[in-house]
């Protein structure tokens, strides 16, 4: 589409800010202050991108009012589903008000009307003042308002480019005949989110049939008796309903607002306003990109002249930037607009040369080229060292083995070089990679993603992140060499070896310079020692453990693969007996359908954000108690799951190279500080039902020399309850050795420890462990199956008996209001920025957090610190044995048979001292040909 002589762009602001706030909901924009910044960042780039590459004559955004509406009046349940506005984008807007004003755009809201109306009567009379009308929003109700001039612009979103609907595609979108029947598709449908009820049971496709039959609602509902079945009688009944919903859904263009269009004439931001606004939410990158990196601003009477796009941003009668030059948006820097000089290092002299000169230097960066993600298999296509901002040196080796094994020896004295710090990003992986090679690093390692874990733990540490987080800078990315993920990528090893000394070199020197921004950030005491002692030292022990492998046991897995097959079968023709027919049992639409349309098992069934009946676990779960066909749906899920996710995937997982499973250990991932695991995810193996334990069984030793060794903490997390909360009822009762819920539930129940029966023990196993997780006393009654007033006079027992339990959660608490973080017993700190929120909900579970983040947190520095010991005992005995796996609280070894007795000895003495608490720390050790019979 041509650039028009006169455009008019729209904004719906609240469904824009929206957008933005959920598009980094998983990874907030937290500024140093604690404001989430992520709705107003992400409005901003939507707005600036409309501006820079539009280019309207005129611009306007229109925002809701609290005030209810006219809708209101005709349905008071409308909108009435909606959740609460989430605290963020409470706060949020007025910010958002504050950039768009401060861009000298006019803000348009009026109460008792919503943005679409107010858009939609603005588009009308700009359309026909000649006008080409642009309305964004991701909103598909504004296909109503599209005619000759006036266009639905769908901004782009997560990977789909923007789309710009006119009168066909809108027609094609809806599959309709007429623009006013998209209002008739809305009656008919309904819509969750704003409670808009519809007819029952008519979707999509249902509602265009009928349309295209009968051309209105108004003439549907007249026409139901000529509508056969189920169908029919849902329009009979529900046709005034429907009729209400297209009301609803119209969106009034007789707006009461003056219509000013001189007013919504682009001319340019007001620079101090807008350089005030992003200083102080902290958008430096945005700042410079907008107005340049230093914007100033000098007012006198004459506007200065030029042309527009000399300009930049603004028109060239701007009005207040007005006697200056003008300020040009700071792109973001490149491998093409960056000076750099990255060399190929590809005889014996120039390598000879290289390494002469990285012998010379403290600190080094270094990253390997590979042909293969998988460690173990990769081969190496290359190394690329910096130790210069803006230089660095590529060394390319031959595809075989044995040629790339001689240059790799020729570099030993530099990675052997004690006294040498080597930088990299996930150091870890080029650890295992100069392994193949029987190469190992000895001097101190500085992993820029651990750096940056423990500054900013809650947010990404890729290497491109940091790049345009603390650069400015763009890498070149992957796919520009190979293509994107799928059958058709290629492969690092086919790449123009120039090519590949341009990307290799610019991941050295990015990361040569991440490290020169992170480690400042480091010099925080509790940070420092973190990363020194803690976060690198057990980098080498993942790497270890990682290459070390576990072996599965193939035909135990195939045979429980037919056994979990023919019991889904089993459970799936139950399930077809209960509903009275055959369905897609794994699909939750038609799931809901049979659950709480035909069998109605409840009276107001709970829905998605996309209209469908909720079968989650949790609904599933609570239906159970009372209904068999919810029961054997839980079944037949977890049946399906361990199949797919680890019966039948486990064997593809087992490499070739020596036909061992190598799980991939991420270190920078829970804000915790908890290891996570892929491939296979070893967190999530279940561990509460009969099949899901079995799993265990395919793990098994290496050879017949060895035999599996799992050392497990015994509950960790209640005896660091105990120890944090200096309960001296519970201290004691672990000092003495006493089972810690017998104990719980003879002082909540009131009766001697030798009269605790099971349901009693059961009780408080529950209330130990749901306390420190927040529990509620309604949570409480329904895991264990008692009233709500006897979970609460339990809890309040448990509270009068362990006094130091409850002083230890107001205290964390408190903490968290007066800092919004907690910290572990190593210090590293969980933020909490919620803790403050004025939404309950939201409050409360950062104040869950407060009190349970410190405790998980600190199990996961025990462990690690553990971990860290063994393994540097175990390489100091030259022992056969291997650490194999760690999964939450345990430690899987490989034990040979000479070092039975030894491994059994000392292994839980370097769990128990890992840290010292006044509560002693036990560990349960067991010994198998299996998994499964070990733990």
Same mark, same amino acid.
């Given at each position: 589409?041509?650039?028009?002589?006169?455009?008019?762009?729209?904004? =719906?602001?609240?469904?824009?800010?929206?957008?933005?706030?959920?598009?980094?909901?998983?990874?907030?924009?937290?500024?140093?202050?604690?404001?989430?910044?992520?709705?107003?960042?992400?409005?901003?780039?939507?707005?600036?991108?409309? %501006?820079?590459?539009?280019?309207?004559?005129?611009?306007?955004? @229109?925002?809701?009012?609290?005030?209810?509406?006219?809708?209101?009046?005709?349905?008071?349940?409308?909108?009435?589903?909606?959740?609460?506005?989430?605290?963020?984008?409470?706060?949020?807007?007025?910010?958002?008000?504050?950039?768009?004003?401060?861009?000298?755009?006019?803000?348009?809201?009026?109460?008792?009307?919503?943005? +679409?109306?107010?858009?939609?009567?603005?588009?009308?009379?700009?359309?026909?003042?000649?006008?080409?009308?642009?309305?964004?929003?991701? &909103?598909? =109700?504004?296909?109503?308002?599209?005619?000759?001039?006036?266009?639905?612009?769908?901004?782009?979103?997560?990977?789909?480019?923007?789309?710009?609907?006119?009168?066909?595609?809108?027609?094609?979108?809806?599959?309709?005949?007429?623009?006013?029947?998209?209002?008739?598709?809305?009656?008919?449908?309904?819509?969750?989110? =704003?409670?808009?009820?519809?007819?029952?049971?008519?979707?999509?496709?249902?509602?265009?049939?009928?349309?295209?039959?009968?051309?209105?609602?108004?003439?549907?509902?007249?026409?139901?008796?000529?509508?056969?079945?189920?169908?029919?009688?849902?329009?009979?009944?529900?046709?005034?309903?429907?009729?209400?919903?297209?009301?609803? @859904?119209?969106?009034?263009?007789?707006?009461?607002?003056?219509?000013?269009?001189?007013?919504?004439?682009?001319?340019?931001?007001?620079?101090?306003?807008?350089?005030?606004?992003?200083?102080?939410?902290?958008?430096?990158?945005?700042?410079?990109?907008?107005?340049?990196?230093?914007?100033?601003?000098?007012?006198?009477?004459?506007?200065?002249?030029?042309?527009?796009?000399?300009?930049?941003?603004?028109?060239?009668?701007?009005?207040?930037?007005?006697?200056?030059?003008?300020?040009?948006?700071?792109?973001?820097?490149?491998?093409?607009?960056?000076?750099?000089?990255?060399?190929?290092?590809?005889?014996?002299?120039?390598?000879?040369?290289?390494?002469?000169?990285?012998?010379?230097?403290?600190?080094?960066?270094?990253?390997?080229?590979? &042909?293969?993600?998988?460690?173990?298999?990769?081969?190496?296509?290359?190394?690329?060292?910096?130790?210069?901002?803006?230089?660095?040196?590529?060394?390319?080796?031959?595809?075989?083995?044995?040629?790339?094994?001689?240059?790799?020896?020729?570099?030993?004295?530099?990675?052997?070089?004690?006294?040498?710090?080597?930088?990299?990003?996930?150091?870890?992986?080029?650890?295992?990679?100069?392994?193949?090679?029987?190469?190992?690093?000895?001097?101190?390692?500085?992993?820029?993603?651990?750096?940056?874990?423990?500054?900013?733990?809650?947010?990404?540490?890729?290497?491109?992140?940091?790049?345009?987080?603390?650069?400015?800078?763009?890498?070149?990315?992957?796919?520009?060499?190979?293509?994107?993920?799928?059958?058709?990528?290629?492969?690092?090893? +086919?790449?123009?070896?120039?090519?590949?000394?341009?990307?290799?070199?610019? +991941?050295?020197? %990015?990361?040569?310079?991440?490290?020169?921004?992170?480690?400042?950030?480091?010099?925080?005491?509790?940070?420092?020692?973190?990363?020194?002692?803690?976060?690198?030292?057990?980098?080498? /022990?993942?790497?270890?453990?990682?290459?070390?492998?576990?072996?599965?046991?193939?035909?135990?897995?195939?045979?429980?693969?037919?056994?979990?097959?023919?019991?889904?079968?089993? @459970?799936?023709?139950?399930?077809?007996?209960?509903?009275?027919?055959?369905?897609?049992? @794994?699909?939750?639409?038609?799931?809901?359908?049979?659950?709480?349309?035909?069998?109605?098992?409840?009276?107001?069934?709970?829905?998605?954000?996309?209209?469908?009946?909720?079968?989650?676990?949790?609904?599933?779960?609570?239906?159970?108690?009372?209904? +068999?066909?919810?029961?054997?749906?839980?079944?037949?899920?977890?049946?399906?799951?361990?199949?797919?996710?680890?019966?039948?995937?486990?064997?593809?997982?087992?490499?070739?190279?020596?036909?061992? /499973?190598?799980?991939?250990?991420?270190?920078?991932?829970?804000?915790?500080?908890?290891?996570?695991?892929?491939?296979?995810?070893?967190?999530?193996?279940?561990?509460?039902?009969?099949?899901?334990?079995?799993?265990?069984?395919?793990?098994?030793?290496?050879?017949?020399?060895?035999?599996?060794?799992?050392?497990?903490?015994?509950?960790?997390?209640?005896?660091?309850?105990?120890?944090?909360?200096?309960?001296?009822?519970?201290?004691?009762?672990?000092?003495?050795?006493?089972?810690?819920?017998?104990?719980?539930?003879?002082? /909540?129940?009131?009766?001697?420890?030798?009269?605790?029966?099971?349901?009693?023990?059961?009780?408080?196993?529950?209330?130990?462990?749901?306390?420190?997780?927040?529990?509620?006393?309604?949570?409480?009654?329904?895991?264990?199956?008692?009233?709500?007033?006897?979970?609460?006079?339990?809890?309040?027992?448990?509270?009068?008996?362990?006094?130091?339990?409850?002083?230890?959660?107001?205290?964390?608490?408190?903490?968290?209001?007066?800092?919004?973080?907690?910290?572990?017993?190593?210090?590293?700190?969980?933020?909490?920025?919620?803790?403050?929120?004025?939404?309950?909900?939201?409050?409360?579970?950062?104040?869950?957090?407060?009190?349970?983040?410190?405790?998980?947190?600190?199990?996961?520095?025990?462990?690690?610190?553990?971990?860290?010991?063994?393994?540097?005992?175990?390489?100091?005995?030259?022992?056969?044995?291997?650490?194999?796996?760690?999964?939450?609280?345990?430690?899987?070894?490989?034990?040979?048979?000479?070092?039975?007795?030894?491994?059994?000895?000392?292994?839980?003495?370097?769990?128990?001292?890992?840290?010292?608490?006044?509560?002693?720390?036990?560990?349960?050790?067991?010994?198998?040909?299996?998994?499964?019979?070990?733990?």
């Amino acid at each position: 589409m041509s650039k028009p002589e006169k455009s008019l762009f729209l904004l =719906d602001a609240m469904a824009l800010i929206y957008r933005a706030h959920f598009a980094f909901s998983k990874n907030p924009r937290i500024s140093s202050k604690g404001l989430n910044t992520g709705a107003p960042f992400g409005f901003t780039n939507s707005l600036y991108e409309i %501006i820079d590459k539009r280019k309207p004559t005129h611009i306007a955004v @229109a925002f809701d009012t609290s005030a209810p509406t006219f809708r209101h009046e005709q349905f008071a349940e409308y909108k009435a589903n909606r959740d609460e506005t989430p605290e963020d984008i409470k706060i949020g807007t007025p910010i958002v008000k504050d950039i768009v004003r401060a861009f000298n755009i006019p803000v348009l809201e009026l109460d008792g009307y919503e943005a +679409d109306d107010i858009i939609g009567t603005f588009a009308k009379k700009a359309a026909r003042e000649g006008f080409e009308v642009f309305m964004m929003t991701p &909103d598909k =109700d504004y296909g109503q308002l599209v005619e000759e001039h006036v266009y639905l612009y769908k901004p782009a979103f997560m990977g789909n480019g923007v789309d710009i609907m006119g009168v066909p595609e809108v027609l094609a979108k809806w599959d309709i005949e007429r623009i006013d029947q998209v209002v008739d598709m809305l009656g008919l449908q309904g819509d969750s989110v =704003d409670n808009i009820p519809g007819i029952p049971g008519v979707g999509p496709k249902t509602a265009s049939k009928l349309l295209k039959q009968y051309g209105s609602v108004e003439e549907i509902v007249a026409h139901a008796s000529e509508v056969k079945g189920k169908l029919g009688e849902k329009i009979a009944t529900f046709g005034d309903q429907g009729i209400l919903s297209k009301e609803l @859904a119209r969106i009034n263009i007789e707006v009461p607002i003056e219509f000013e269009i001189e007013d919504m004439k682009y001319k340019g931001p007001n620079v101090d306003a807008l350089k005030t606004l992003f200083e102080e939410l902290e958008f430096r990158t945005t700042l410079k990109r907008i107005l340049g990196e230093d914007p100033t601003t000098t007012k006198t009477a004459k506007p200065k002249s030029a042309a527009p796009e000399q300009m930049g941003l603004f028109s060239e009668t701007t009005g207040v930037i007005e006697d200056q030059p003008a300020a040009k948006p700071i792109e973001k820097s490149t491998i093409a607009n960056t000076p750099h000089d990255y060399q190929l290092i590809d005889t014996p002299a120039l390598r000879k040369r290289l390494v002469k000169y990285l012998l010379a230097q403290d600190e080094i960066c270094f990253d390997t080229e590979t &042909d293969n993600l998988e460690p173990i298999e990769a081969n190496l296509v290359g190394l690329a060292f910096a130790y210069k901002t803006g230089e660095a040196f590529y060394v390319p080796t031959p595809l075989d083995k044995e040629g790339a094994q001689k240059i790799v020896e020729e570099f030993r004295a530099v990675f052997e070089k004690e006294e040498l710090t080597i930088i990299a990003q996930n150091a870890k992986y080029d650890l295992q990679v100069l392994k193949n090679y029987g190469m190992e690093v000895k001097g101190e390692i500085f992993d820029t993603m651990l750096a940056h874990y423990l500054v900013d733990p809650d947010t990404r540490h890729n290497m491109d992140v940091l790049a345009e987080n603390y650069l400015n800078y763009t890498p070149v990315s992957i796919t520009e060499l190979i293509g994107k993920k799928g059958v058709k990528q290629g492969n690092m090893k +086919d790449v123009a070896i120039e090519k590949v000394a341009e990307y290799a070199g610019e +991941d050295a020197d %990015i990361t040569l310079q991440l490290k020169h921004k992170l480690a400042p950030m480091l010099e925080d005491g509790r940070i420092k020692k973190l990363f020194a002692e803690v976060e690198v030292p057990l980098m080498h /022990v993942l790497a270890d453990i990682e290459y070390n492998g576990v072996r599965i046991d193939t035909e135990t897995l195939a045979t429980m693969s037919k056994e979990l097959e023919e019991a889904s079968a089993k @459970a799936q023709a139950e399930i077809f007996e209960m509903a009275g027919e055959e369905f897609n049992v @794994a699909s939750p639409k038609q799931l809901g359908i049979i659950l709480f349309d035909k069998l109605q098992l409840v009276d107001k069934p709970k829905k998605t954000k996309t209209g469908q009946y909720a079968t989650g676990e949790d609904i599933l779960s609570k239906l159970a108690v009372e209904h +068999d066909i919810a029961a054997r749906i839980l079944e037949f899920r977890e049946y399906q799951k361990l199949k797919s996710t680890y019966v039948d995937a486990l064997p593809n997982m087992i490499s070739p190279v020596d036909g061992l /499973v190598h799980t991939d250990y991420r270190q920078a991932v829970a804000a915790t500080g908890r290891l996570s695991s892929n491939n296979p995810n070893l967190q999530n193996i279940p561990i509460r039902t009969e099949k899901g334990r079995e799993i265990r069984k395919a793990f098994i030793p290496r050879s017949e020399d060895f035999t599996l060794m799992a050392a497990d903490y015994s509950q960790i997390e209640l005896r660091i309850v105990a120890a944090f909360a200096e309960d001296k009822s519970m201290i004691e009762a672990f000092k003495s050795g006493r089972d810690i819920h017998s104990t719980t539930a003879s002082k /909540v129940f009131g009766v001697p420890i030798e009269e605790v029966d099971r349901d009693m023990r059961r009780k408080a196993k529950e209330v130990n462990f749901g306390l420190i997780y927040g529990i509620s006393a309604f949570g409480l009654a329904q895991n264990i199956g008692i009233s709500r007033t006897e979970a609460q006079q339990i809890i309040t027992a448990y509270f009068n008996e362990f006094p130091g339990v409850k002083k230890y959660m107001d205290h964390q608490v408190n903490k968290a209001r007066e800092h919004t973080y907690v910290e572990t017993i190593l210090g590293r700190r969980r933020y909490l920025r919620d803790i403050h929120s004025k939404n309950m909900t939201v409050r409360g579970h950062a104040e869950r957090n407060a009190i349970n983040g410190p405790i998980q947190g600190s199990a996961a520095d025990m462990i690690k610190i553990a971990m860290i010991n063994i393994h540097d005992w175990m390489k100091k005995e030259n022992l056969k044995s291997k650490m194999i796996m760690q999964v939450h609280d345990e430690l899987v070894f490989d034990v040979h048979k000479s070092e039975i007795e030894l491994m059994k000895t000392r292994i839980p003495e370097l769990m128990k001292g890992a840290i010292e608490l006044d509560v002693p720390m036990e560990v349960e050790v067991g010994m198998g040909e299996n998994w499964l019979i070990a733990h």
